[in-house]
């Protein structure tokens, strides 16, 4: 006898789908395999398209950077002007130092009477120097505008004892000038030791002191002075006695020049 297939039982012919319909399920489409994408962007694009997030910064910066450039630039500007300015000021002093050939005035005391110092007693004292300074100016082509605000001080040892002032004048070329100066202290108070020692050095008649000249001068070039110039000058003077006149037993002096 021939069994009886039901359908239910019959494999499925080609062409139908296995599953269950009756649940409203449907087959899946199977996911793709994982990928790589690579995108291409213009260089120029990349810098010129920054983030929205460093977009505001970018914008700062970009800001600054001019007026960096600008600060940079005069500064630049201001130093090769300075430069410029040295190396002018160099080549016109080369050039005068060149045809002037300058040379500093020499300086000697030539005189040195003192007066007024009373070694017997303890009071204190009121001295007064008469200073005669000789000043020669051996330059061919140079005068010498002594100005106001010069000092003349003496000292023995630290202690100064008067001062004054030289006057005014003008010193041509290749010159040499005396000057005359009066100097006066007062209520100048000598210790013990001090009048011990200057009494000491009296009686070998060689009394020390110290004369410091500060003048402030002008250089004539020609026509034409030049800026206010200090000269210093500083003398160790030695005398036989306290009373005038008194003999300078020995002298040195030098000298500085401050050009500015």
Not at 149 to 164: A, P, R
Request: glycine share 6%; hydrophobic share 35%.
């Amino acid at each position: 006898m021939a069994e009886r297939v039901h359908p239910a039982d019959s494999p499925p012919q080609s062409g139908q789908f296995s599953g269950n319909f009756s649940s409203g399920e449907f087959p899946r489409k199977p996911a793709p395999p994982p990928a790589t994408y690579v995108i291409q962007v213009p260089k120029d694009q990349i810098y010129r398209v920054p983030p929205p997030e460093n977009a505001h910064r970018l914008q700062l910066l970009s800001r600054k950077k001019p007026n960096r450039s600008r600060c940079r630039c005069c500064f630049c500007y201001f130093l090769a002007a300075i430069f410029t300015l040295a190396v002018l000021a160099a080549i016109s002093f080369a050039v005068l130092y060149a045809v002037f050939r300058p040379e500093a005035p020499k300086y000697s005391v030539e005189g040195f009477s003192v007066s007024g110092i009373n070694l017997t007693s303890p009071s204190p004292v009121s001295p007064r120097f008469n200073v005669t300074v000789r000043s020669r100016n051996g330059n061919g082509k140079l005068g010498i505008y002594y100005e106001k605000g010069s000092s003349v001080d003496v000292f023995y040892g630290d202690v100064d004892l008067c001062n004054g002032a030289l006057p005014v004048f003008y010193q041509p070329a290749n010159n040499v000038t005396l000057v005359k100066t009066a100097l006066t202290g007062s209520g100048i108070q000598l210790n013990s030791g001090a009048r011990k020692e200057m009494r000491n050095e009296l009686s070998k008649k060689t009394v020390p002191f110290k004369v410091r000249i500060k003048a402030p001068v002008k250089i004539k070039v020609g026509s034409v002075k030049t800026w206010t110039i200090t000269v210093k000058v500083n003398c160790d003077v030695t005398v036989d006695k306290l009373t005038a006149p008194s003999r300078i037993v020995s002298r040195k002096c030098s000298h500085d020049v401050d050009l500015w």
